[in-house]
């Protein structure tokens, strides 16, 4: 019950992001690693946004979290989001899965291997904003040199049997339209709608998502592999859909903002699109093509980073993939999807990085997240052993 009731702990410890004020948990895992004898540094950022890392006595492994997580409504939850109850076989609550569940699994593995005197101590990082995209966090250290290029396991939850070895990329873009006003009665004939300016982007990243992208055999084959594991794990009948998810370019035109008035022809209009990149599509001819199409627009490009991946082949992914068929007894299968998170700053930096966590993975930023207590068990279990090969 130890790696829950921490768990329990760190989900009472609030740290939604926005705000991303992360001093109070930051200051708590600071304090429980130095119960154990392990000092670590506190890279403290604007408005509280703080990071913990800890130098390993071998500098070829990385373990690493995020502390932040999503805002919750205290509306519809079994248990409030804050309150970190245990029950059920559950420890439930905002972060219990994504992913203050996996910090609490890697915390209670260095805790049980310090109590026995066994190993050096791998490489720790705790940071602050992976959920809004690591700029006072993970991509702030990488950009200090405050860590070096080595073998990297991040606690992001996955399914219990496939760790994750690859995403897709990621490209945020905010355009600004500009239109020509006219009394609203006489458009389309008379002025230029900024705001169906920007309808006319959408169309054209909807015709985006229906290319298809060659890409080399190793990834030809995982891609395979992880439309059949997501399939069954979503609960769908068939594998076309999350293939496509994984295959193709997404889109999503979260925010639209413009016009002046209902009779006014909008002069102005502002759109922020995300779009995950898959393999064999190279982001910078993507947004370059954007740009063309948007004409006068102005687009900001906030966020242009591509698909990553490490091979099935590095020591990172064959000790992970060794350790948990131990604990389980059951094959293994590596797999790849279309998030973002912390491993793509990794990846870029020079880093082979597999990300293997606890979790229910239907519940992650909605209402009643959980984690089972069994799950954080055996990643604590697959945590220690991992450290142990390494170290």
Known sequence: MEVSRLCSTLVQIRSENPPGNTREIIEYISDYLEGLGIKGTVINRPEGRCNLIVGGTQDNLLLCGHVDVVPAVNDGWTHEPFSGDIAGGFVWGRGSTDMKGGCAAILTAVKRLADRGEGENAGLAFVCDEETGGE???????????LKPCDCLIAEPTPHLNPCTGQKGLCRLKINFKGKPAHGSLYPHFGVSAIMEACNIIFYLKMLNERNFAVDKEIEEI?????????????????????DAIRKITFNPGRITGGE??????????????????WGCNVNRLTEEIT???????????????????????????????????????????????????ARHLRKAG??????????????????????????????????KIIKRYT
């Open 351 to 384: 880093f082979d990085v597999v990300e293997y966590g606890p979790g229910e993975i239907l519940t992650l930023h909605g209402i009643d997240e959980r984690v089972s207590v069994s799950q954080l068990e055996s990643a604590t279990a697959i945590y220690e």
């Open 292 to 342: 063309e199409r948007a004409g006068p627009a102005d687009v900001e490009i906030r966020t242009a980073s591509a698909p990553a991946f490490t091979s099935s082949h590095s020591d990172i992914v064959k000790i992970t993939c060794d350790e948990i068929e131990k604990v389980y007894g059951k094959p293994v299968q590596p797999i790849v999807h279309w998030a973002a998170s912390d």
């Open 261 to 278: 008035g209902v009779n006014i022809v909008a002069q102005n209009c502002s759109l922020d699109v995300e779009m995950r990149i898959p």
């Open 136 to 146: 006072s966090g993970m991509r702030y250290l990488l950009s200090k040199n405050l």
């Open 223 to 243: 891609i395979v592999r992880s439309s059949g594991v997501l399939s069954k794990v979503f609960g769908m009948s068939g594998i076309s859909g999350i293939e």
